[in-house]
């Protein structure tokens, strides 16, 4: 692999990419990306006019959940990130822009489709980072812990989706009936996948070096979100590949045969979030203005 | 402000009162009162009843829920504070005498209105303390984290309200529409703003001693619970300047126009507790023996 | 007592038992009767089938929720126990037995009569040397801390029961109304005395030597466990001397009179777990295959 990058000449592209610092612009975007998100959550808007406390607690959830989980999963202080008094008050900035600007201008500017697919890339190049960070950070607490590693470098991916069932708890709205590891959406997944091939490399077990795999796999996630943001769809690249191994191990019905499944089952209450599509969710927002 | 002290010779004065012991007078009339609202919960006479584990939890919860939260913010042991078994003692002494005194003796003592403003004041003592030691506990840790000064103060101030929602839950009680984040009572509110007002002073933006803080904040409180106990009142001395705050910056309808929103939204579900007023809970709580 | 034990000679015998390793032999029984009992819980075959990795994580609860509860109670990091790679390796393949195994040939098989008894024995075996190994865990930590001791003692006997409403909400159920500590279960309530008993012991008080605690302690448990599971039945040996107790120390209705309370209150809905008897959630599991 890192024969085939010397030819392309890319190694050096791939060592200084992986080198190349976060903040301000990338976790800017990020910030932007993820705050725009809450927004279009049902009834935010709402909670933002009666309780700025609780919408800026949700809103720094988004920004910094990854790294309030992995901090609790390493054993240490949730609030550790928080010292970064710059990161949390850019980030403070974004939301009150986001969700107070007047005229709803910054909203209407980064949610204008081009901006927000350079955005949606921006964001992915941050999410690898935190992943490959996460596993590195899990090796060196843990030397021989592959599991942790793996779970580390999972939430430091997934984020606030891994806690949204607490999340919307915030904002007084409880939906026990789902959760993303229920029903794992697209990053959340690749989330997955990530920390699992970081920590194959962190092993040794992956003939790649690390910068290479960081430039490889933001590649895909950039790619793949920008596509999936600008047709609105939320279906996965996994799709196929997933549906016959899970068939083959556990035995689950082929997604073909999911139809019937349904016609079986057809009161499954666990679709609520994957229904509620992104134009939908959007729509919502809007109305609630 | 410390030269209109010092003319007042109340320099000394704050001085002693910020050195004095809480253990075990003030400390025992917080726990006197933490049980006290614990009974007032509809239910919890049933619980102590059928689960005297759970409603001994329950009633360590609301005496120790500040250092429970704030050992777990900073990434302590969460039962750190019970190594202290004296104090663990005492609570669960008081506990046992509100929840099973014969002839609820214990109970109409300390719920007599006298005796409760004078426990009500002495609760306040401690709070501030626990808010001042929370923020200097904090910037030990994290030096100039002031983000995170603030946070651990206001979770030693508001103690177990903001777990109210899983402390109802060891109690087989569940109400997701509402919680202390998106409708703050007096003291949470107060408990912050104080959090806010300590670490100014803690980084040296506030042109007060410590010990001036405390002895002013501790007046202020202790004036303004015992009048609101006094009154059976849920209002707050902050409403009118918060009301404007608010409007201005988040774009919240004023209090006055409040009327009209709610005849705009009838069904907000998310007023339960306010609406429950002191006297009525005491009855309930007298009801369910 | 230990003149008793060294007349039968049995000192020698409970030093050795004591010192016995638990792994791989007992620890693979303690993991296949709690991924059994997964298994008997209502919906979890269907969960399995529609997202491996909730399966997957509500089985390393049942089989690692003690370790990361203690974990979580002394601060730690609460994955520091899947460091143990074979230990998470073996507890996986039994997962991946139970649920997925062709003809449901394993769970078969571990499920029949006589070999379940074998594993609940050696189950309780294991139960009882967490207990013993919580309690002096936390002694070392906190040298007066009995509080903690019996805390840490009874979460690492009780495990995932503690956090049942968690891991349910893990596979989308949601019980509000009821959870373990409001209706222990025999297992919980036999590890909350004998980490009372273990403590004592720590502390000096009780004039017994930890390996004999260990060996009656252990020697009650399987027996107990073993007869309870033969009957089907959710009694407990402690419910006469407990609810003389409870009725002298928190006038908590005897349980004579526990049907007249029931007729007064007849909608009393934390029943709900203890009235689904072992067989009856046995047929269930079956069902949703």
Redo the contacts between chains.
Sequence with gaps: MDNVLAVLNLGDFAQAFSKMGMFPVFDLAYYIVSILYLKYEPGSVE????????SW?CAMLYCFGSYILA??????????Y??H?SH?LLASAVWYLI??CPLNLFYKCVAFLPVKLVLVALKEVVRTRKIAAGVHHAHH??H?????MV??GYVKGSGVALMS?FEQ??????R????E????SFPTKAS?YGAILFTLQEAHWLPVSKSTLILIFTLFMATSKVVMTARHSHGSPFTLIESWV?HL?????LAGAEEDHHAAAPTSP?KTKEELSDGARKRKAKKAE
């Design positions: 909670v933002s006019r009666r309780s700025p406390v609780a607690l901090d609790i999963m390493l054993g240490h202080s949730p609030l550790d928080f010292q008094n949390i969700f107070y607490a843990y021989h812990g592959f599991i942790i779970i580390v069932n708890l915030l904002r007084g709205v409880w026990p009936e789902t959760n590891i229920l029903n794992m997955l899970c191990l556990f035995g689950s019905p666990l």
